[in-house]
């Protein structure tokens, strides 16, 4: 599984992004999708979860309310809708894949993508 994230950039502190990862292969729909942030100087840390069949998601404290994770299993593609964004969100944003969603939200997957970077200024 190859998994492609996009749609990253820089916003003002209350604006809104839409971060895409899409996938290859025709088992998407068996994975759990996630994603993670990294910002300088800390660790990677995880933001947000999905299963693999849409009947669960979950959030990190520090974005709950401010962005949703969703996904398209007829496009292999899952999305992060980040809204009232704030400096703090600043980082390399990743996808994550695995068949299980509590080793997708611990950050334990089988596959990862490429960041896309987050700006957000104040």
């Known amino acids: 599984v190859q998994l492609q994230a996009s749609g990253g950039g820089l916003v003002q502190a209350g604006g809104s992004l839409r971060l895409s990862c899409a996938t290859s292969?025709?088992?998407?729909?068996?994975?759990?999708m996630g994603w993670f942030r990294q910002a300088p100087g800390k660790e990677r840390e995880f933001v947000a979860a999905?299963?693999?069949?849409?009947?669960?998601?979950y959030y990190a404290d520090s974005v709950k309310g401010r962005f949703a994770i969703s996904r398209d299993n007829a496009r292999n593609t899952v999305y992060l809708q980040m809204n009232s964004l704030k400096p703090e969100d600043t980082a390399v944003y990743y996808c994550?894949?695995?068949?299980?969603?509590?080793?997708?939200?611990?950050?334990?997957?089988?596959?990862w993508g490429q960041g896309t970077q987050v700006t957000v200024s104040s």
């Open positions: 999905i299963t693999s069949r849409d009947t669960g998601t």
């Open positions: 994550a894949a695995d068949p299980s969603v509590v080793a997708t939200i611990r950050g334990t997957v089988l596959y």
């Open positions: 292969g025709p088992t998407f729909s068996r994975y759990a």
